[in-house]
């Protein structure tokens, strides 16, 4: 019996030692695995690193307000090249021809932001896509409020409330694109919407509502209404080569029969001169944006300095 005892305390004790040598075996191939799986995944992410820092993206505006905006957006970020596809000399891109050059970088963009509504004639989104798979055209005039909208014409920058909407698009745009630096676009737009409002307060403070306008200078017609003023006449300066003397009478029968003010641009000064010789209206030569030396801010001194401006005329 006491040798039967024995045999089973030995037996139990085999059995014991065994599960746990088993047990110490399993733990052992886990942990291993364990590891491995970390090593892999530090590889995997050391290697996405790596491909991140390597590859600058690169995401394209098209023209001046559009990459005024998205250079406030991407302010401060790393691995980002933002770059501008026409010169800050070109202004509006409604008869553009794309470069050999143009083209090149548009190949080499992941992004391209355009302003919409017929801006960039010369951009086929459809075409794009299956010619540049990995390209995402944004246009940032996209859904934007329609009844503030006008029929072909795009200059919507113009509009200090719709280039708030018109500035979060690029930001949602780029937060997409960037997703690493996501975080950093939407604290940017944060700040730049903060500046954006504080220069919509300084249109608040103008008192224009009805008053007549003899305009020169398209994108001064959102402008204009965005301040209340009504139009009473548009002379169309980038379509009309040279401007009629029925045109010219007409306008300055406007202008003293509706004491109306003349809004131009640098490019409509000629005509605007003219305008004030005839009748003594004021003129205002306003900033429409779409030339400059690139400073981020000159969407906000631009409009500010138009708000000043028209101060004068209250
Ligand atoms: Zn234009």
Redesign the pocket.
Known sequence: MKRKTVFIIILCAALIAATVVIVMLTNESTTGNNTAYTANKELAEGDAKSDAENSTKTAVCSFYPVYIAAKNIAKGVEGLNLTCLSQPQTG?L?DYQLTTDDVKLIESAGLLICNGGGMESFVNAAEYAKTYPGLRVLYASENLPVNELEEDNA?YWMDADLYEIYAQKVAIALSDFDTENAGIYMENYAAYREKIEETIALRDELSLEGKKVVNLS??LSYLATDLGMEVSMFIDL?EEESISADTLAKACEILRSEDAVILYDEEGAEVANTLVTETGAKAVCLDVI?TGDGNEDAWISGMTSNYNLLKEIQ
């Open positions: 509006c409604h200059h398209e994108p980038e779409t």
